[in-house]
């Protein structure tokens, strides 16, 4: 089945630095998703791309989607305490009527203040 | 609208027993999705609602797990004779079309 390669599993780093995470794929997606889950609670969705080679910013997160659309990346800047949690990329194909998602299997981001 | 909701939060049972949770959707959202997630893991997708029709489930669904939504608009998710490897966090999500807007999940633990 499909499968999702989300890099790196965890991250360190100090308040005010720029963080980079990206999502690889073995097949082609449509559309590209990325969710913010914390401790005890569901994902919450911070960015949605839609077309390949699309960039898109949301505050400080801007995310990417590949132009072979088996990829995508994050970055979020000038990292703040509160963005701690986990981050997940998941891909879509919405050729039916189900919007199944396939997800990684998670960044860690820690922020040190 | 408050978004996905979910009940109970948080079920301990002894393996065995049957348990049920409930899902309300997002009142215009026609879809309806259950995932599961272990620690360390994404969300895995088990099963999808369009109105009240099942239309897809997964093969992680075993036949003691059973989801309902009757009238089209809230769902239930029971699993029977629960097993210790059933421990997991169960997530409701809806959508009109794509992304899903996801519930805070129930966590169940088989003891």
């Known amino acids: ?113 | 609208d408050t978004g996905v909701s979910q009940d109970p939060r948080h079920k301990i049972t002894k393996r065995g027993q049957n348990v049920t949770f409930r899902c309300d959707p997002i009142s215009e959202h026609n879809r309806l999705y259950w995932y599961r997630q272990t620690l360390g893991q994404g969300p895995e997708f088990l099963t999808y609602f369009q109105n009240e029709a099942q239309l897809e489930k997964s093969r992680l669904l075993s036949d003691r797990f059973s989801a309902e939504r009757p009238k089209g608009s809230f769902s239930t998710l029971e699993i029977q004779r629960t097993e210790q490897g059933d421990s997991a966090m169960y997530l409701c999500a809806s959508s009109f079309g794509p992304p899903l807007a996801f519930g805070s999940g129930t966590r169940l633990t088989v003891v």
Do not use: H
């Open chain 1, 1 to 113: 089945g499909q499968q999702l390669n989300q890099s790196p599993q965890s991250m360190f780093i100090q308040e005010g630095e720029d963080v980079s995470m990206n999502c690889t794929s073995s097949s082609i997606f449509n559309t590209w998703l990325w969710y913010k889950q914390d401790p005890g609670e569901g994902p919450v969705l911070l960015i949605a791309l839609y077309k390949a080679g699309e960039l898109t910013s949301n505050g400080r997160l801007t995310a990417q989607f590949g132009i072979t659309r088996k990829d995508s990346f994050l970055n979020i800047s000038a990292s703040i305490p509160s963005d701690v949690g986990i981050y997940f990329c998941a891909g879509l194909n919405s050729g039916g009527s189900n919007y199944k998602l396939t997800f990684g299997k998670g960044t860690l981001l820690t922020v040190n203040p």
